[in-house]
């Protein structure tokens, strides 16, 4: 890619994936993520390449395979050669982005299109939500993609079973529940049930959101970036070209440190020279949820 490729170089904010199947729930989750549609209404990201969304309100682009860029009009990103564009570049002012980007990925299993459009995305990303659809939760084709993913990007990844509400007794959901963490031990960082479109509909009434299985997912979420900005700040490679069973190697760690997050260094290091600390005021984490949180 070009260096106008937003790939190293630079303090970054961790990447979040947002992945599933066709119809898993991806469109909700960024509708509820980013508190508004960011796609116009006749759009749907299945049928684009992978739309990479940060904040701002900067004009939008396709990142073309060969690395040049080109302006696009939102309303038009159907037109966007699928096969001829790494990404689209979208910038959207919502709470969420400025914490992280988010990266809506097509659905992995359209036999419309080439796997090869969202896999050679999967390098930038630091991490992924998963959607899998309730009524068929984690199929294999399912786990043979998840198959290939490093640990780095597994371990901060989140598993949604979406539409949830669609299994009516307990003993369904009890059941589905079961086996999908079975399937998926150590593969997540964490197993969410959840209605998308529920949580969606909530609103400010806070009983509807819990009744969602919302709040819980919304947490771990609120955690993953923290954790995940702190490792973006010293990291010029995302998570992904971590290889299974390495820790980040030292070759990538950053020289020069963001400036917020060497002045925490700094401040630890007076700590173990000073029998009385000052306070440290160089925190790295998001102040304040990104989302409502329960």
């Not at 030292?250 to 000052?278: C, F, H, M, T, W």
Request: proline share 8%; glycine share 6%; with cysteine.
């Amino acid at each position: 890619m070009s260096e106008e490729t937003p790939t190293t170089g630079g303090p970054r904010k961790p990447r979040i994936a947002l992945m599933g199947e066709f119809s898993a729930g991806k469109s909700t989750l960024s509708n509820l993520l980013m508190g508004s549609r960011p796609l116009p209404e006749k759009v749907t990201a299945t049928r684009l390449s992978p739309v990479w969304m940060s904040q701002g309100n900067d004009t939008p682009y396709r990142i073309g395979t060969d690395g040049t860029t080109e302006p696009i009009s939102i309303d038009q990103l159907e037109s966007v050669p699928v096969e001829e564009t790494f990404a689209i570049r979208l910038f959207v002012d919502a709470d969420i982005l400025s914490v992280c980007d988010l990266i809506d990925f097509p659905g992995i299993s359209d036999p419309n299109m080439s796997s090869e459009v969202w896999e050679r995305v999967l390098p930038e990303v630091d991490a992924v939500i998963w959607c899998t659809h309730a009524t068929q939760a984690w199929r294999q084709s399912e786990a043979a993609v998840w198959d290939t993913m490093p640990d780095a990007v597994r371990n901060h990844s989140i598993l949604l079973v979406t539409r949830f509400d669609k299994l009516t007794s307990e003993r369904d959901r009890s059941r589905v529940i079961k086996r999908v963490s079975r399937e998926t031990a150590g593969l997540f960082s964490g197993i969410y049930p959840v209605s998308l479109l529920q949580a969606l509909a909530a609103g400010e009434d806070q009983d509807r959101w819990d009744a969602s299985g919302a709040g819980p997912f919304v947490n771990r979420l609120i955690e993953t970036i923290e954790t995940l900005t702190k490792i973006a700040a010293r990291t010029e490679l995302p998570l992904y070209n971590i290889p299974n069973g390495q820790p980040i190697p030292d070759r990538i760690l950053r020289s020069v440190a963001p400036r917020r997050v060497q002045r925490s260094r700094d401040g630890e290091a007076s700590k173990r020279e000073r029998p009385a600390a000052e306070p440290d005021t160089g925190d790295t984490t998001p102040q304040g949820p990104i989302l409502r949180s329960s």
